[in-house]
T-cell receptor
Framework: DAKTTQPPSMDCAEGRAANLPCNHS???????VYWYRQIHSQGPQYIIH???NNETNEMASLIITEDRKSSTLILPHATLRDTAVYYC???????????FGKGITLSVRP | GAGVSQSPSNKVTEKGKDVELRCDPI?????LYWYRQSLGQGLEFLIY????????KSGLPSDRFSAERTGGSVSTLTIQRTQQEDSAVYLC????????????FGQGTRLTVV
């Protein structure tokens, strides 16, 4: 019943931008796109979320396609500490359940 | 406290024993969630509490699992007659209210059933 699909893994060089893709072709009009990440041996951490407009905060940028069927999380200058599993989640805002898939493992290499 | 606190951080128990896992949410957060993460797997939703409403127990895998939240704050997840497949990291999260955008997770309790 996965609502999002992500590649299993990717890597990037330290200091470069990391672009993490996510497909959510069945997203509904009232569903938001959320990104969380989980660094090894820690609990997940909220990164960013959006509905249809692109969003940016101190951690990342979220680019959502016009048809909302896919999105990209951008870490503009990846560091070694960004190595983690990144989860893309779609969620109705008033639905408390966050349903996590397997995520994408980002490895940042020196 | 500053964040969600879970205890113990590690628990080893014998098959068949009961265990209790504790979660102290962020002060003032009315929503509390429990998740389970088996080795190499994603997070599996177990249960959530929101204020005085009936908890959503739809993710509990069997009747050996139960949870309570006393006084709208601390929560305890109880697993009775533990089995080896219960071995996992149990994560607790809280948010300001059920639809809040950010959920804050604790570090988890690693449960090992031997």
């Amino acid at each position: 019943d996965a609502k999002t699909t992500q590649p299993p893994s990717m890597d990037c060089a330290e200091g470069r931008a990391a672009n993490l893709p996510c497909n959510h072709s069945t997203i509904s009009g009232n569903e938001y796109v959320y990104w969380y990440r989980q660094i090894h041996s820690q609990g997940p951490q909220y990164i960013i979320h959006g509905l249809k407009n692109n969003e940016t905060n101190e951690m990342a940028s979220l680019i959502i396609t016009e048809d909302r069927k896919s999105s990209t999380l951008i870490l503009p200058h990846a560091t070694l500490r960004d190595t983690a599993v990144y989860y893309c989640i779609v969620r109705v805002e008033d639905n408390s359940k966050l349903t996590f898939g397997k995520g994408i493992t980002l490895s940042v290499r020196p | 406290g500053a964040g969600v606190s879970q205890s113990p951080s590690n628990k080893v128990t014998e098959k068949g024993k009961d265990v209790e896992l504790r979660c102290d949410p962020i002060s003032g957060h009315t929503a509390l969630y429990w998740y389970r993460q088996s080795l190499g797997q994603g997070l599996e939703f177990l249960i959530y509490f929101q204020g005085n409403s009936a908890p959503d127990k739809s993710g509990l895998p069997s009747d050996r699992f139960s949870a309570e939240r006393t006084g709208g704050s601390v929560s305890t997840l109880t697993i009775q007659r533990t089995q080896q497949e219960d071995s996992a990291v149990y994560l607790c999260a809280s948010s300001l209210y059920s639809g809040a955008r950010k959920a804050f997770f604790g570090q988890g309790t690693r449960l090992t059933v031997v």
